[in-house]
């Protein structure tokens, strides 16, 4: 394998810990010891949100308004059953064998009928869907989230789910696409794909959010610990 096959995904994660790091040496002026770094976190909220609205928005906006539902719900199907292929994967490493045998059911009941993912008859035979990744599995395993981080581009993360975004990157059956020219641009027909699908979701927190970045900060951070108990977070946990 080429050095030009992976090094642009890790020249970002790259940038981001040498941000973070000289983040570090600063003086935060905010007390959520979740966020240590959130003088750094809010300039990059702000740097990302600006890409968001002035590059990303439009172009979800076009893809959303050119493609007729059906085309659109067949992509996300098709991506949704990548998904489900490595989060098998994980679900094995957490001892979820139930959620394995779902997620390996969904996944061949819908390569051959469902024709390669375009269309989700597994959901319609009552076949769950279980989201795993590797920051979810570190966390099953007791590691830690860390410090809340908002890398470039890739927006909300923590210390645990960035070291496990090069995992699930590695692991990634996008990644296994050849040409490179190819790879980069069905994982960008992804990225697209995911924030159209987000369009609705993104109005509602702006006409209900006062201070935007606490709203993303807080609702990922309450998400992914929810994820980590598959939505059955310790008691004590919810209290506090």
Aim: hydrophobic residues 40%.
């Amino acid at each position: 394998m080429s050095y030009k096959h992976f090094h642009r995904p890790l020249a970002i994660l790259l940038l981001a810990s040498t941000v973070l790091f000289s983040g570090c040496a600063t003086i935060n002026d905010y007390d959520d010891p979740r966020d240590p770094l959130e003088r750094y976190n809010r300039f990059m909220y702000e740097v990302n949100d600006s890409l968001d609205q002035a590059i990303i928005t439009p172009l979800a906006k076009g893809y959303k308004a050119v493609l007729p539902t059906p085309v659109n719900r067949s992509i996300t199907n098709v991506f949704n059953n990548l998904v489900d292929l490595t989060s098998v994967l994980h679900s094995v490493l957490q001892f979820k064998f139930d959620h394995a045998v779902s997620g390996l059911g969904r996944v061949l009941v819908n390569s051959t009928a469902g024709m390669l993912g375009l269309v989700d008859i597994a959901s319609e035979q009552d076949l769950p869907r279980y989201r795993e990744d590797f920051g979810q599995t570190l966390g099953s395993w007791g590691v830690g989230p860390g410090p809340y981080i908002v890398l470039p581009l890739l927006g909300s993360s923590d210390a645990r789910d960035t070291f496990g975004l090069v995992v699930d990157w590695y692991v990634d059956p996008v990644r296994q696409i050849d040409p490179e020219r190819d790879r980069w641009a069905i994982s960008g027909l992804r990225g697209i794909d995911k924030r159209a699908d987000l369009l609705s979701a993104s109005k509602i927190m702006e006409e209900a959010a006062l201070d935007k970045y606490e709203f993303h900060r807080d609702a990922y951070l309450q998400k992914r610990h929810s994820d980590i108990y598959d939505g059955n977070p310790p008691l004590e946990d919810m209290e506090e």
